[in-house]
T-cell receptor, first 114, second 111 residues
């Protein structure tokens, strides 16, 4: 099993550009999450999904969009990139409530907006 | 508004000794707590968890203690090993859907 994979690993965007961060898991987990980690800070939840077709906002959703058309994939869309979105982005998955709250994380995408 | 706080950014411990990492939270309704370990340029990896109905959970060298009245949890690593050197995050959840992470404590185990 590959676990949680994220692409790309690194990306530099210009202000105003858009991009999609890809996330795929092969563990058949119902729950998936997107976090961002700024330097010296903890992880902040952007969006999460409890199953295909269901998404909900986390702590810091502004400037981002998500979709969940399949169990495996949970892409994060940045529209009109801003310097404040410079961060490391982590995708995670979890079996979900009733099974385990343990989250499995991908290796992260380091995004710079200049 | 940081709901989960790790007030020690760093900790150094001699190999073989006990490492104690602390975490405080503000929301008394949190009902599940986890510790993650993170190496540079990697995603966090799950270490150990505890639900609010317990006050202690052990897994090998790792023990998590929960003091609900003080809204405090701690992670004990005994004995500490050089491979334990990493950043440790605590996280708390209210519903199992949303998780709030602390800012992390960087542990260095000195051989």
């Amino acid at each position: 099993n590959a676990g949680v994979t994220q692409t790309p690993k690194f990306r530099i965007l210009k202000i105003g550009q858009s991009m999609t961060l890809q996330c795929t898991q092969d563990m058949n987990h119902n729950y998936m999450y997107w976090y961002r980690q700024d330097p010296g800070m903890g992880l902040k939840l952007i969006y999460y999904s409890v199953g295909a077709g269901i998404t909900d906002k986390g702590e810091v959703p502004n400037g981002y969009n998500v979709s969940r058309s399949t169990t495996e994939d949970f892409p994060l869309r940045l529209e009109l990139a801003a310097p404040s979105q410079t961060s490391v982005y982590f995708c995670a998955s979890s079996p979900g409530t009733g099974f385990s709250y343990e989250q499995y994380f991908g290796p992260g995408t380091r995004l710079t907006v200049t | 508004d940081q709901q989960v706080k790790q007030n020690s950014p760093s900790l150094s411990v001699q190999e073989g000794r006990i490492s104690i990492l602390n975490c405080d939270y503000t929301n008394s309704m949190f009902d599940y707590f986890l510790w993650y370990k993170k190496y540079p340029a990697e995603g966090p990896t799950f270490l150990i968890s505890i639900s609010s109905i317990k006050d202690k959970n052990e897994d090998g060298r790792f023990t998590v203690f929960l003091n609900k009245s003080a809204k405090h949890l701690s992670l004990h690593i005994v004995p500490s090993q050089p491979g334990d050197s990493a950043v440790y995050f605590c996280a708390a959840s209210l519903t199992g859907n949303q998780f709030y992470f602390g800012t992390g404590t960087s542990l260095t185990v000195i051989p």
